[in-house]
């Protein structure tokens, strides 16, 4: 088995991700943002006899030097760090070049340096903007709807031009929305359900038309896995998708049906994303990631959600629910 690092190992999926590695035999380093308080986010979360398998290292993406002295001695690198939140990145654009361009091009050029095996470097399904056709394959346009997706499109074009003018060993994974435990409330589904459990009668979120193609974190994971372990993956780049979609109303109501019947959707302005910005339909292609990998999705929205609102049922405590999160 590799060794392995994941960069935003302390984040939702990363998190995931190091425990899916851990359970496949691999030895793996976990690259967490330094602070003073010494947190290792999620990580902190995992039992101890998890937790003491893991190697993890403390730095930030942003830094040549970090990054490349975390990868020494690593054949595949999974590179999740990012800041993905939309509505911040509105107001805090540089940071989403520093952290998502910048960062990326480090992991890129350490990559080169240190000749390592594999680099998946990872996108996201906002790239592609308001769905121009559906299924959405990797072949549709890019649209920079927000700075958070225009900065993941110029991640996306650096970690290809390694590929191509160094031919560098790159993939580039493309997750649609992914969801499960240990999500934040800057996401949709977090935000309906805290909200529920919490009793609210009147459940606050933006625009309620979008659709979105939702993917449970444990398969997202495994999708990542699936891909590195092919080579047929090198140089492509492949979306994760259930290719099913669903819209925020109809998934806020299951919820609704699932939690507190009672209670109804309301629209608060503060949440809705510029009308230009907004990102309508989401529904991803699957068939690229069938045809080179052995990846299947296990888990049906409704199971993937039972398996949700009962980890947020047990640590509601975690979330600062009269608080809209960016």
Same mark, same amino acid.
């Given at each position: ?28 380093? @976990? ?99 308001? @769905? ?65 459990? @919490? ?128």
């Amino acid at each position: 088995m590799a060794s392995v690092l994941v960069t935003g190992a302390d984040g939702f999926i990363g998190s995931h991700l190091v425990e899916a590695l851990l359970l496949e035999g691999h030895k793996v380093k @976990a690259f967490v943002y330094y602070n003073s308080f010494n947190s290792w986010g999620w990580l902190d979360t995992l039992p101890k006899e998890i937790l003491k398998e893991i190697e993890v290292f403390t730095g930030d993406i942003r830094d040549p030097n970090g990054v490349k002295a975390s990868m020494k001695g690593i054949e595949e690198v999974y590179h999740l760090a990012a800041l993905i939140a939309i509505p911040f990145s509105y107001h805090s654009p540089d940071s989403y070049v520093d952290t998502n361009i910048k960062g990326t091009l480090n992991v890129l050029q350490a990559a080169r340096d240190l000749n390592t095996k594999r680099v998946l470097v990872t996108s996201t399904s906002e790239v592609y903007g308001t @769905a121009q056709y559906v299924p959405i394959d990797e072949r549709h346009p890019f649209q920079g709807q927000s700075p958070y997706s225009a900065t993941k499109i110029g991640a996306d074009r650096i970690a290809e031009s390694f590929y191509r003018s160094f031919d560098m060993p790159i993939t580039i994974v493309r997750p649609f929305n992914t969801y499960g435990p240990r999500q934040s409330a800057r996401a949709v589904i977090p935000t309906i359900i805290t909200q529920l459990l @919490a009793g609210k009668k009147e459940i606050k979120l933006g625009s309620i038309t979008p659709t979105r193609d939702f993917n449970y974190v444990k398969d997202t994971v495994q999708g990542f896995i699936e891909i590195a372990k092919s080579n047929n993956t090198i140089g492509e780049e492949i979306n994760i998708a259930t290719q099913r979609e669903i819209s925020i109303g109809e998934l806020a109501q299951e919820l609704i049906d699932q939690i507190n019947p009672n209670a109804k959707i309301v629209c608060e302005e503060q949440r809705l994303r510029p009308e230009k910005s907004e990102v309508n339909r989401l529904l991803g292609s699957n068939e690229k990631i069938k045809q080179l990998t052995n990846w299947e999705p296990k888990y049906t929205l409704q199971t993937g959600l039972a398996e949700t609102i009962e980890w947020i049922r047990n640590n509601l405590d975690k979330y600062k629910i009269d608080i809209y999160n960016i």
